[in-house]
C-alpha cells in the first residue's frame, strides 16, 4: 500500500522569496504522483502530475516538481510566490494499476499551508 | 456551469438525522468518488464507484452508504448523523483513461450538532 508524507503542515513564506513544499512517499510499485492545490472555500484543483518521461514537471503559474525515485519524493517549488499562492497543497501518489482496479486509488497526504506575506 | 455540482452547499442538522449529499457531473466521466477532508488530516476516501453497477468501500466508510444512481450522479447518504461526521465533503470524478487526474466539485460542508 502507498502512503504519502508531507513533512511540513503550515510554511510562511514573504512574498517574491522562493518556496519549497516537501512531499515523500512508499510505495512498492511504480507510481503516478500529483500535486493538488485547494485555495480558501474552494475544491480541489490539479496543479501538476507526473505520469511518466521527464522528471521534471510543470505547471502554468510557475510551480515545478521533480520526481526523485531513489530519493522517493515529489518535491514542489516557485522560485518567487505571489500573495495569491496562497492555500493548501496536498501531494497525493497512485500506483499504476489504475486501469486494473482498487489498487489505483489516489492516496493523499495531510497537506501544507501555504502563507504568502506582503 | 461546474463539470461536477454538489448539492448542498452547507448543511448544519442534528444528530441522528438522515443526511443525503448529492453529485452530480457533466464529464462524461465513470469513475466517481466521495472524499471527506477533515483539518490536518487531510483527504480520506469514504467510497468510490467505477461504474452505475460497480459500489467499493473506501478507507472510511463506516457510517456511510452511496447509491449511483445514473453514470453522472453518485449521492453519499449518512443514515443516522453524528458530531464526528462534521466535515468538508468532496465528490470527484475521473476517466478510466485518465491515469488517476480528478476532477472536484466545490465541496459541501456539513455540520452535526
Known amino acids: 500500500a502507498q502512503s504519502v508524507t508531507q513533512l511540513d503542515s503550515q510554511v510562511p513564506v514573504f512574498e517574491e522569496a522562493p518556496v519549497e513544499l516537501r512531499c515523500n512517499y512508499s510505495s512498492s510499485v511504480s507510481v503516478y504522483l500529483f500535486w493538488y492545490v485547494q485555495y480558501p472555500n474552494q475544491g480541489l484543483q490539479l496543479l501538476l502530475k507526473y505520469l511518466s518521461g521527464s522528471t521534471l514537471v510543470k505547471s502554468i503559474n510557475g510551480f515545478e516538481a521533480e520526481f526523485n525515485k531513489s530519493q522517493t519524493s515529489f518535491h514542489l517549488r516557485k522560485p518567487s510566490v505571489h500573495i495569491s499562492d496562497t492555500a493548501e497543497y496536498f501531494c497525493?501518489?497512485?500506483?499504476?494499476?489504475?486501469?486494473?482496479?482498487?489498487?489505483?486509488?489516489?492516496?493523499f497526504g495531510k497537506g501544507t499551508k501555504l502563507s504568502v506575506k506582503p | 456551469d461546474a463539470d461536477v455540482t454538489q448539492t448542498p452547499r452547507n448543511r448544519i442538522t442534528k444528530t441522528g438525522k438522515r443526511i443525503m449529499l448529492e453529485c452530480s457531473q457533466t464529464k462524461g466521466h465513470d469513475r466517481m468518488y466521495w472524499y471527506r477532508q477533515d483539518p490536518g488530516l487531510g483527504l480520506r476516501l469514504i467510497y468510490y464507484?467505477?461504474?452505475?453497477?460497480?459500489?467499493n468501500k473506501g478507507e472510511i466508510s463506516d457510517g456511510y452508504s452511496v447509491s449511483r444512481q445514473a453514470q453522472a450522479k453518485f449521492s453519499l447518504s449518512l443514515e443516522s448523523a453524528i458530531p464526528n461526521q462534521t466535515a468538508l465533503y468532496f465528490c470527484?470524478?475521473?476517466?478510466?483513461?485518465?491515469?488517476?487526474?480528478?476532477?472536484f466539485g466545490a465541496g459541501s460542508r456539513l455540520t452535526v450538532l
Open positions: 470527484a470524478t475521473a476517466s478510466y483513461s485518465g491515469a488517476n487526474v480528478l476532477t
Open positions: 497525493a501518489v497512485s500506483d499504476r494499476l489504475f486501469y486494473g482496479g482498487s489498487q489505483g486509488n489516489l492516496i
Open positions: 464507484s467505477f461504474d452505475v453497477k460497480d459500489i
